[in-house]
């Protein structure tokens, strides 16, 4: 979607006039600061140090720019982070810390596809979505309300990344399941996140893909916005992408 971002401009173009929908919306909210939820392929994390989570807390990140992705580096809020970091192990979630934490495409693509949410400023939480065993859909659900229940007076944004259906480095290599993404879509748009609470990981790759094990992003925004119902802004089967684009905001529950 970066390096050949107008493929099927029947299509494409659809994402793209949802994703600037989006960045409007994010600047129009005039935020503090945005929580930005992603995995990394082993350019950051690798066996030696693996955690479940990782918060980035450091006044900038450098991305990777790793095969032609966007690199440079991300303004970070430091006191926020801490501000999160100090919440999140309140409510019990031991999470990691990084100074030093570079960020791969799950990071820095979306930055830049919303460029007002790169301009609030970024805390990058890692989760892992890739390497059994992995945090489970509930526990993921449980952090997105702990960041939500955080005291604070910064109005933040939470930005998930990753997913729909896709498989990575098997042999289904680009399938896409849309019937797996509109039924997950159609779920958070009625508000039935706890629907997916007892998904197994063997099921959702079977239906749709290693990758898309990375909805764990999803659900901690949809904890963080209180489990509202979302708006789906566009769905797209990319194939040129060899993913299931969607693009979904929540409303905010009270």
Known sequence: MVKDPHTAPADSGVLHD???????EIAAAELDGVVV???????????????AFCLGVADDFEGWGEFGN??????????????????????????????????????????????AAAAAGVVPLFVNCNT?????????????????ETPGEARIGVIATGGLSHWVGLPRFGDINPAFDEA????????????????????????????????RT????????????ARTYAYRPMPAWTVGIGIAAFEVAP
């Open 70 to 115: 966007p690199g440079g580096r991300i303004k970070g809020r430091p006191g926020l982070a801490a501000e999160l970091l100090h919440g999140l192990t309140e409510a019990g979630f031991e999470t990691a810390r990084s100074h030093t934490m570079r960020l791969d495409h799950s990071f820095t693509v979306p930055c830049t596809k919303l460029p």
């Open 218 to 229: 999803w659900l901690i925004a949809a904890g963080a916005a209180g489990c509202g119902p």
């Open 184 to 215: 997950f879509l159609s779920l958070l748009e009625r508000g039935g996140v706890a629907e997916t609470l007892d998904w197994s990981d063997r099921w959702i790759e079977h239906e749709a893909g290693n990758g898309a094990l990375e909805l």
């Open 132 to 148: 059994p065993p992995l945090p489970t859909l509930r526990r993921c659900l449980r952090l997105g309300r702990a960041l939500r």
């Open 37 to 51: 939820v992603a995995t990394d392929h082993y350019e950051t994390f690798g066996l030696d140090n693996y955690p």
């Open 18 to 24: 949802a994703w600037r929908r989006l960045d409007a």
